[in-house]
């Protein structure tokens, strides 16, 4: 996530440090108030993670600390210290004795270059057993099923201006899912559709038939047909959004710190979902062809979302900023002259007369990696960010952030998959360097100098992608073999076997 | 547009006469007042379509009948009777004789099969001048340019609850584009980039340079590409959107009926923009191969934008609709039961407990061709509509209705193309019932009868889709080979070649 917060914000409230000395910008909108900081807070050992069959999340409200990182590392206090120096910024797994993790899935980490005090990246995976709650439907329809239900679960948060929301986003989000799907355990394993209606109290009569339909005739007394598929995606979403209120209630409790992006893969039944909200990315290799399995939230992606928010609710511009795009600042001595820019309907430019109003700051600016909404954020989705304001003012910037993931389905079973068939997640240190292809062409080059059997490989894969984005230090600086600057920002990836030793069938 | 608009609205606004005896639905929502209805108008024949050198569309006031067909068919009036006869729903083409329409495009249209009085479809196919405004930019970079564009332009514009928007549009939307494009002229055909900024009276210094950025650093700082095309874009998207604030000022006096779909083809400078706003469609078939040029704005693929809009301004749903969808309409018995729904930021399913409000109105409802906003619209993007409210009820629809088009562009001179390369446009009559490969199979067909050389064939093309959408009338209906239904509805074609005759180069 580096460079995607204003790093005086992200330093002010993660770190508790001073400032960077970065010049003030005369740009910047005029305000009087400070940016809210969390007091700053020494890092601590992580506390052991909690199992998958814990206490609901509502619960969990031990104090956490703000720096940790994932259990399945198993790293040793002195093997914690050296996964957190900036200097040697060694690439780490898990070790290669003991428990793998499921599915033999890859894994490798490492720490930014110094950009951020701690690694702000968490990563988590879990097999999760959802156990139904009792006679959901009423009256169920096979007795004998209601025997609980597995999944498989990924997850990479990518955190900024602070640990505290991607440390608690992996601790707690798959449990969130877990308690979505805790209705559903009947009814995924049902063969029939989905019911429209459950009583309100279990043991109850449902209503689940279709004899209260009114005519059919009009448009509305059809009756859509609702897929298994979209009850796991929407769980998924909801459990999004109550992870993201979790972290408004306990923020100041327990120091929830900055937002982070959350990209989380559920395999249940047959089919993998690939949730994504902000701007790490998913891709499967599949036979060396590349399918996207996200899309990326940003600034530039949400414009239209973004604009259309601020047209619609100008209170929450706080009459600081314009809703309108333009090529570049607008100056004050260009008053009445004409201008390009693009408003919330249009994906062209135009001309139009530039008046006072126009002057303000953009709500969206910048392009690419400097892409900006409010001049502070540079990602529009994820988890968090409860405390984010504009750089030097009490304007809010959650209210143009979502919290919700875009959902992608693969299914598994509609396809012979090979053990070189991998689904690849990255957070942005990854993507900021590599091509989907380099990727690709990692893939076939690792996978294919190990036995399609050894469960290791596909970890040395998620290290040569860690590897291979973050370079070697030459000439100050990280670099690559092409002599390019390597990825400065915490770097993770998962990679996850498709048809390789998996015993997921 | 056959059943995109209750039919009820539709009868009362569009030809005077009694609504037809469908059953009140238990389930519209309860008001007292009654549609607003616009008095009959008796056909009259279609009064001379104005050149495209004419006057600006602001001053294009006169008065305009409801029914009329496009002028380059050059019907008599008994030939205009014959292509109003519902029961012989006679195929309309240019006739063979006389000046072709431009790059030997094929046109055919046929009326519905009684649904509507009148054909509410309406089509225009004209080359237009650009006259460019006078030394736009201040100081002409190079003052021997400037000596105007032309551009070619095709149109469909499928009509709802009326014929009026959708005549009025076909008469004058290429002169919005037209106005749109003056401030271009100069620097559309200047290989430089696009000036940021033009003074605001011609003759002024402009400040096209880059001296009054301030320092690279910060997000804001950097100035933007725009690139020729992205102007091209942004004027088709504005002239939409003054030809529906045209519309809206002149509905009271000019009797500007319901609203229209347009589907709009612009070629200009070796591109080829699409311009889409409705269920119309476009695809380019070329070399056999499937291009979409467009996409359908309908309430279900527009359903998070419309929920989003009630979510954020619930007093756009006047306490009548819900912004909630289900799978079906929500009973009085079901309070307090668990049902399906999505809101604004679902794709997904989730269930929730039946609470009072959620009885109200869903605000988008029904699937596929029965999909509503508000139980009347089926259509979320066009033209016009400026006075339609909810059934029985004063809330306006037009809030949740877009102007803007989407706009896909597509470059001419980067593939060779043989006289076989086909940009096909149809209004939802032709793709109600007609896939992107029956459109592939019947351009293989047809074009490979004839000579590459024969003007005529593109014409044949568009006869034959036309005909294969419209069956023939057996068994009590207008019947394709198959024995299933044909179309009921108005159908448009457009076949215009990429690579054939036409002298566009």
Request: aromatic content about 6%; some cysteine.
């Given at each position: 996530m580096?460079?995607r917060v204003r790093?005086?914000v992200a330093?002010l409230v993660s770190?508790?440090?001073?400032?960077?000395?970065?010049?003030?910008?005369?740009?910047?909108?005029?305000?009087?108030s400070a940016p809210p900081a969390a007091p700053?807070q020494?890092?601590?050992?992580?506390?052991?993670?909690?199992?998958?069959?814990?206490?609901?999340p509502a619960?969990t409200v031990?104090a956490r600390?703000s720096?940790?990182?994932?259990?399945?590392?198993?790293?040793?206090?002195?093997?914690?210290?050296?996964?957190?120096?900036?200097?040697?910024?060694?690439?780490?797994?898990?070790?290669?004795?003991?428990?793998?993790?499921?599915?033999?899935?890859?894994?490798?980490?490492?720490?930014?270059?110094?950009?951020?005090?701690?690694?702000e990246?968490q990563?988590?995976?879990?097999?999760?057993?959802?156990?139904?709650?009792?006679?959901?439907?009423?009256?169920?329809?096979?007795?004998?099923?209601?025997?609980?239900?597995?999944?498989?679960?990924?997850?990479?948060f990518d955190g900024h201006a602070g640990g505290g929301a991607a440390e608690m986003a992996s601790r707690l989000l798959?449990?969130h899912?877990?308690?979505?799907?805790?209705?559903?355990?009947?009814?995924?394993?049902?063969?029939?559709?989905?019911?429209?209606?459950?009583?309100?109290?279990?043991?109850?009569?449902?209503?689940?038939?279709?004899?209260?339909?009114?005519?059919?005739?009009?448009?509305?007394?059809?009756?859509?047909?609702?897929?298994?598929?979209?009850?796991?995606?929407?769980?998924?979403?909801?459990a999004f959004q109550l992870m993201d209120g979790q972290m408004a209630r306990e923020r100041r409790g327990q120091q929830v710190e900055g937002g982070c992006c959350a990209?989380?893969?559920?395999?249940?039944?047959?089919?993998?979902?690939?949730?994504?909200a902000g701007?790490?990315?998913?891709?499967?290799?599949?036979?060396?062809?590349?399918?996207?399995?996200?899309?990326?939230f940003?600034?530039?992606?949400?414009?239209?979302?973004l604009?259309?928010l601020?047209?619609?609710k100008?209170?929450l511009?706080g009459?600081?900023?314009?809703?309108?795009?333009?090529?570049?600042?607008?100056?004050?001595?260009?008053?009445?002259?004409?201008?390009?820019?693009?408003?919330?309907?249009?994906?062209?430019?135009?001309?139009?007369?530039?008046?006072?109003?126009?002057?303000?700051?953009?709500?969206?600016?910048?392009?690419?990696?400097?892409?900006?909404v409010m001049?502070t954020i540079g990602v529009t989705r994820g988890l968090g960010d409860h405390n984010l304001r504009v750089c030097?003012s009490t304007l809010p910037i959650k209210p143009f952030l979502s919290c919700f993931p875009?959902?992608?389905?693969?299914?598994?079973?509609?396809?012979?998959?090979?053990?070189?068939?991998?689904?690849?997640?990255?957070?942005?240190?990854?993507?900021?360097?590599?091509?989907?292809?380099?990727?690709?062409?990692?893939?076939?080059?690792?996978?294919?100098?190990?036995?399609?059997?050894?469960?290791?490989?596909?970890?040395?894969?998620?290290?040569?992608?860690?590897?291979?984005?973050?370079?070697?230090?030459?000439?100050?600086?990280?670099?690559?073999?092409?002599?390019?600057?390597?990825?400065?920002?915490?770097?993770?990836?998962?990679?996850?076997?498709?048809?390789?030793?998996?015993?997921?069938?």
């Open positions: 580096l460079n790093s005086a330093h770190s508790g440090g001073a400032p960077p000395s970065r010049p003030k910008s005369p740009d910047l909108p005029n305000a009087t700053p020494a890092p601590r050992s992580p506390p052991a993670r909690a199992g998958s069959g814990g206490a609901a619960r031990e600390a720096f940790s990182r994932p259990t399945f590392l198993q790293l040793s206090p002195g093997g914690l210290r050296r996964a957190d120096d900036h200097a040697g910024r060694a690439v780490q797994s898990p070790p290669d004795t003991g428990r793998r993790l499921p599915w033999s899935t890859g894994y490798a980490e490492v720490i930014n270059a110094g950009k951020s005090r701690h690694n990246d990563a988590c995976c879990e097999v999760v057993y959802v156990e139904g709650r009792r006679s959901v439907s009423g009256a169920p329809r096979e007795p004998s099923r209601g025997q609980g239900l597995c999944f498989y679960y990924w997850g990479l798959h449990r899912i877990r308690e979505q799907l805790k209705d559903l355990v009947e009814i995924l394993q049902d063969p029939l559709p989905p019911p429209l209606c459950l009583p309100s109290t279990p043991g109850a009569p449902g209503s689940s038939d279709s004899s209260q339909l009114v005519g059919p005739q009009s448009c509305w007394s059809s009756q859509k047909e609702v897929t298994h598929e979209s009850l796991v995606v929407g769980a998924i979403e909801n990209l989380v893969v559920v395999y249940l039944l047959g089919k993998v979902y690939v949730a994504n701007d790490s990315r998913a891709i499967i290799v599949r036979n060396g062809e590349i399918i996207p399995m996200s899309r990326e940003t600034p530039e992606t949400e414009r239209q979302r604009q259309l601020g047209f619609l100008p209170e511009l009459g600081e900023f314009t809703h309108l795009e333009f090529p570049r600042r607008v100056q004050p001595k260009e008053l009445g002259q004409r201008m390009l820019y693009r408003d919330q309907n249009m994906t062209g430019w135009a001309y139009k007369k530039i008046e006072l109003e126009d002057l303000r700051f953009p709500l969206v600016c910048g392009e690419g990696k400097k892409a900006r001049a030097s875009e959902v992608r389905v693969y299914d598994l079973t509609q396809y012979e998959h090979c053990p070189d068939d991998v689904l690849v997640l990255g957070t942005d240190g990854l993507w900021d360097v590599t091509s989907d292809c380099e990727v690709a062409a990692t893939v076939d080059r690792v996978l294919s100098a190990y036995e399609p059997n050894d469960p290791s490989r596909y970890t040395a894969l998620a290290q040569a992608l860690v590897l291979g984005a973050r370079g070697t230090p030459r000439d100050r600086g990280w670099r690559l073999p092409n002599n390019k600057l390597g990825s400065g920002d915490d770097i993770s990836v998962f990679v996850i076997p498709l048809g390789g030793p998996g015993s997921y069938s």
